[in-house]
């Protein structure tokens, strides 16, 4: 279930409750009156399933609340009620499967945002990735996977492609090229300083890795395990069961790929570092080319589930 916490102006408010109460799946509505002060009005509250949440809040943004008034939504975890019960029978399909568009949106242009703290994390998962490469080392490849961010672009890309919002395409673009840009030449630094510090040398690049040494092979495999990570990875972002962004859930020649072509490169191995380069960008579209073939799915089975005749 979700919960739902309107800001009305008094004069719309009979108007929002009526909404609610025709909307198929909602329970528990409240009016406090004259709560609100800043901006004055009423405070409505609502209990709705989440399989009716995003048509409830897009008829609410039809009504303008958003503009005149808020509309604030959370996530129930526990509602004990017989009218909760009901009203999740009631609403077309499963929570599990529904998509909050709004929320998506919200969330994902959060994590696209070209941040510092995006930055760090991002850069330190890289340098993390290039002592696993260099020691040939898989634990390190996967710390590295934990700790990169790279998906929160990933997936605001997908999403503003399903969207059609040219504005997060763009800011999501900058956060994923800028954001390896600056990682991967502040590794490089990482690798130099190392090799001054006599941590890092050029044979380890060179010596054969049976752990990690795909990361500079690209082949078809590479981008069947791009594919297969971008549909995890929007599916644990629009479902109801799984709603953070996982880094697991990203194809293990990310990170790691953007680490070995920085350190190849430190050291002038420039097909490593091309080979590394190809990989990078295959993984990366695979997993926007999958994201975004994901979530057409899900709109479009939605989409045709909700119009169905009950």
């Given at each position: 279930m979700l919960h739902l916490r309107l800001f009305v102006p008094s004069d719309r408010t009979d108007e929002v409750v009526g909404l609610l109460e025709r909307t198929v799946g909602t329970a528990h509505v409240a009016v406090l009156t004259g709560a609100a002060r800043s901006p004055a009005g009423d405070v409505v509250l609502c209990d709705v399933a989440r399989e009716a949440g995003d048509e409830l809040i897009g008829d609410l943004?039809?009504?303008?609340?958003?503009?005149?008034g808020s509309i604030s939504v959370e996530n129930m975890d526990l509602t004990l009620s017989r009218r909760a019960d009901e009203a999740e029978r009631a609403a077309p399909g499963e929570g599990a499967d529904a998509v909050l568009w709004e929320e998506l949106s919200e969330v994902t242009n959060e994590e696209s945002t070209f941040s510092a703290t995006y930055v760090t994390f991002l850069a330190v998962a890289t340098m993390l990735a290039a002592c696993g490469v260099m020691l040939d080392n898989a634990i390190?490849?996967?710390?590295?996977?934990?700790?990169?961010?790279?998906?929160?672009?990933?997936?605001?890309?997908?999403?503003?492609?399903?969207?059609?919002?040219?504005?997060?395409?763009?800011?999501?673009?900058?956060?994923?090229?800028?954001?390896?840009?600056?990682?991967m030449v502040l590794?490089?630094?990482?690798?130099?300083l190392m090799d001054a510090f006599g941590l890092f040398e050029e044979d380890m690049v060179t010596a054969k890795r049976p752990q990690t040494g795909f990361i500079w092979h690209p082949d078809w495999m590479s981008f069947v395990v791009a594919l297969l990570a971008g549909i995890a990875g929007t599916l644990s972002l629009t479902s109801a069961k799984s709603g953070a962004l996982i880094g697991v859930a990203i194809s293990v020649t990310t990170v790691p790929a953007a680490a070995n072509a920085a350190v190849a490169f430190s050291y002038q191995d420039l097909n490593q570092t091309w080979g590394s380069s190809v990989q990078l960008l295959a993984n990366l579209g695979g997993i926007i080319l999958a994201g975004t073939?994901?979530?057409?799915?899900q709109k479009a089975l939605w989409r045709r589930r909700r119009t169905a005749p009950a």
């Amino acid at each position: 279930m979700l919960h739902l916490r309107l800001f009305v102006p008094s004069d719309r408010t009979d108007e929002v409750v009526g909404l609610l109460e025709r909307t198929v799946g909602t329970a528990h509505v409240a009016v406090l009156t004259g709560a609100a002060r800043s901006p004055a009005g009423d405070v409505v509250l609502c209990d709705v399933a989440r399989e009716a949440g995003d048509e409830l809040i897009g008829d609410l943004r039809d009504l303008g609340i958003d503009d005149c008034g808020s509309i604030s939504v959370e996530n129930m975890d526990l509602t004990l009620s017989r009218r909760a019960d009901e009203a999740e029978r009631a609403a077309p399909g499963e929570g599990a499967d529904a998509v909050l568009w709004e929320e998506l949106s919200e969330v994902t242009n959060e994590e696209s945002t070209f941040s510092a703290t995006y930055v760090t994390f991002l850069a330190v998962a890289t340098m993390l990735a290039a002592c696993g490469v260099m020691l040939d080392n898989a634990i390190l490849i996967v710390g590295a996977m934990a700790v990169g961010p790279e998906f929160g672009p990933l997936a605001g890309i997908s999403t503003a492609l399903v969207q059609r919002a040219p504005r997060l395409v763009v800011r999501s673009l900058w956060a994923l090229i800028g954001g390896f840009a600056v990682a991967m030449v502040l590794t490089a630094g990482f690798s130099w300083l190392m090799d001054a510090f006599g941590l890092f040398e050029e044979d380890m690049v060179t010596a054969k890795r049976p752990q990690t040494g795909f990361i500079w092979h690209p082949d078809w495999m590479s981008f069947v395990v791009a594919l297969l990570a971008g549909i995890a990875g929007t599916l644990s972002l629009t479902s109801a069961k799984s709603g953070a962004l996982i880094g697991v859930a990203i194809s293990v020649t990310t990170v790691p790929a953007a680490a070995n072509a920085a350190v190849a490169f430190s050291y002038q191995d420039l097909n490593q570092t091309w080979g590394s380069s190809v990989q990078l960008l295959a993984n990366l579209g695979g997993i926007i080319l999958a994201g975004t073939l994901t979530l057409l799915l899900q709109k479009a089975l939605w989409r045709r589930r909700r119009t169905a005749p009950a």
